[in-house]
Antibody, heavy 119, light 107 residues
Framework: EVMLVESGGGLVKPGGSLRLSCVAS????????MNWVRQAPGKGLEWVSS????????YYADSVKGRFTISRDNAKNSLYLQMDGLSVEDTALYFC????????????WGQGTLVTVSS | EIVMTQSPATLSVSPGERATLSCRSS??????LAWYQQKPGQAPRLLIY???TRATGIPASFSGSGSGTEFTLTISSLQSEDFAVYYC?????????FGQGTKVEIK
């Protein structure tokens, strides 16, 4: 069974930083593009960032560009999201998700890790 | 950027009835359209990709149709476990974009 488990969320003050992690199991992690998608409380889904299997291609949503950095360690089956310059608008549940075929749709998703930005 | 619009925002349906959800894109996305189901406190689950192909393990009661800018997700006979929020997502153009969701609730 493919599983994705996120961690690293928490409460942080505006302007602060946080590093999220996602550990994958049950799949050949190094062969898949991976993504971060977030969901603000009571709101819809927003794609945040994507990284290709080889790390050659990296993309960000305009809302996080210049503040967030996606990375991966294929040897550790792990995906990361370094979040700097956090604002209250970044408060959300952050999911990691596999790009199933490289086409841009996501399956499966982890259960998410909650990031709360508040003073 | 492509904007995805779902309608209605909320759909009230009785168990056993059919539910029809709509998704529209601001420009053509060909058939590069996925549907997800999200239940409270859970992660989204892929239902449909390629506008009409069911993902692994998804029952035949779920079907998708459409291409270009107009898409439909149909649930043929609603079961209790189908009451949830449904999202469409285009992956034809970068960045990937989700609709705002349709909540299917018990009537």
């Amino acid at each position: 069974e493919v599983m994705l488990v996120e961690s690293g969320g928490g409460l942080v003050k505006p302007g602060g930083s946080l590093r999220l992690s996602c550990v994958a199991s049950g799949l050949s992690f190094s062969t898949y593009s991976m993504n971060w998608v977030r969901q603000a409380p009571g709101k819809g889904l927003e794609w945040v960032s994507s990284i290709s299997s080889s790390r050659r291609y990296i993309y960000y949503a305009d809302s996080v560009k210049g503040r967030f950095t996606i990375s991966r360690d294929n040897a550790k089956n792990s995906l990361y999201l370094q979040m700097d310059g956090l604002s209250v608008e970044d408060t959300a549940l952050y999911f990691c998700a596999r790009d199933l075929t490289g086409s841009g749709y996501f399956d499966p998703w982890g259960q998410g890790t909650l990031v709360t930005v508040s003073s | 950027e492509i904007v995805m619009t779902q309608s209605p925002a909320t759909l009230s349906v009785s168990p056993g009835e059919r539910a029809t959800l709509s998704c529209r894109s601001s420009q053509s996305v060909s058939s590069n359209l996925a549907w997800y189901q999200q239940k409270p406190g859970q992660a989204p689950r892929l239902l449909i990709y390629g506008a009409s192909t069911r993902a692994t393990g998804i029952p035949a009661s779920f079907s998708g149709s459409g291409s270009g800018t107009e898409f439909t997700l149909t649930i043929s006979s609603l079961q209790s476990e189908d009451f949830a929020v449904y999202y469409c997502q285009q992956y034809n153009n970068w960045p990937p974009a989700f609709g705002q969701g349709t909540k299917v609730e018990i009537k």
